[in-house]
């Protein structure tokens, strides 16, 4: 089946750790994205890829890396750098006239 | 600026419509979505509409367009209780790589 996948669903760090969060998919779409969502809140988004070795800065990409070797996979890096990075974070790629989203990654510092 | 505004709550009783609106600023948006978003879940595209378009209908879920006062409304007829949810709608324009989200309605549909 086509489709967007993220993992893992639950995540937990500890306060100075990296870490990473996995997205791919097999739809075969150029653009993918990255969003954070807090509670009572939009989407907010932290960086875009449009193809493959390339990507951009969203809103709030502070303390988040990315990278793009592959068209199917875009993971995101929570860095130590991010101040407050207990939240959900949904991956999205982009098809014709629309991003559909993966389930999510709940990502919880201690 | 680019702004989306939703009411943050809608509570409606089982079998009744729900309507769940939304203003944004920009009035170049081509696009216009709702998402439904479930406990714990990512986001599900439900439908969306075009800006030179007044309404849209697909099975209960009615979308209309007030391009004049920038308004996106989302009915739902006969709402059941899986419909209870996080609604979000979002603006999205062929020039700009993103979508502009609100923050979304949260339905909650009473037995």
């Known amino acids: 089946d086509g489709g967007i996948t993220q993992s893992p669903k639950y995540l937990f760090r500890k306060e100075g750790q990296n870490v990473t969060l996995s997205c791919e998919q097999n739809?075969?779409?150029?653009?993918m994205y990255w969003y954070r969502q807090d509670p009572g809140q939009g989407l907010r988004l932290i960086y875009y890829?449009?193809?493959?070795?390339?990507?951009q800065k969203g809103d709030i990409a502070e303390g988040y890396s990315v990278s793009r070797e592959k068209k199917e996979s875009f993971p995101l890096t929570v860095t130590s750098a991010q101040k407050n990075p207990t939240a959900f974070y949904l991956c999205?790629?982009?098809?014709?006239?629309?991003?559909?989203f993966g389930p999510g990654t709940r990502l919880t510092v201690l | 600026g680019e702004d989306v505004e939703q009411s943050l709550f809608l509570s409606v009783r089982e079998g009744d419509s729900s309507v769940i609106n939304c203003t944004y600023t920009?009035?170049?948006?081509?696009?216009l979505y709702w998402y439904k978003q479930e406990p714990g879940a990512g986001l599900q595209l439900l439908t969306y509409?075009?800006?030179?378009?007044d309404m849209k209908q697909d099975q209960r879920l009615t979308v209309l367009l007030n391009k004049k006062d920038k308004h996106l409304s989302l009915r739902i007829a006969d709402t059941q209780t899986g419909d209870s949810a996080i609604y979000f709608c979002?603006?999205?324009?062929?020039?700009?790589?993103?979508?502009?989200f609100g923050s979304g309605t949260r339905l909650l549909v009473r037995p």
């Open positions: 739809l075969n779409h150029d653009a």
């Open positions: 999205a790629s982009e098809g014709v006239d629309e991003q559909f």
């Open positions: 920009d009035s170049s948006s081509t696009y």
């Open positions: 979002a603006e999205g324009m062929d020039s700009s790589y993103k979508l502009i």
């Open positions: 509409i075009f800006s030179n378009m």
């Open positions: 890829s449009q193809i493959v070795n390339d990507f």
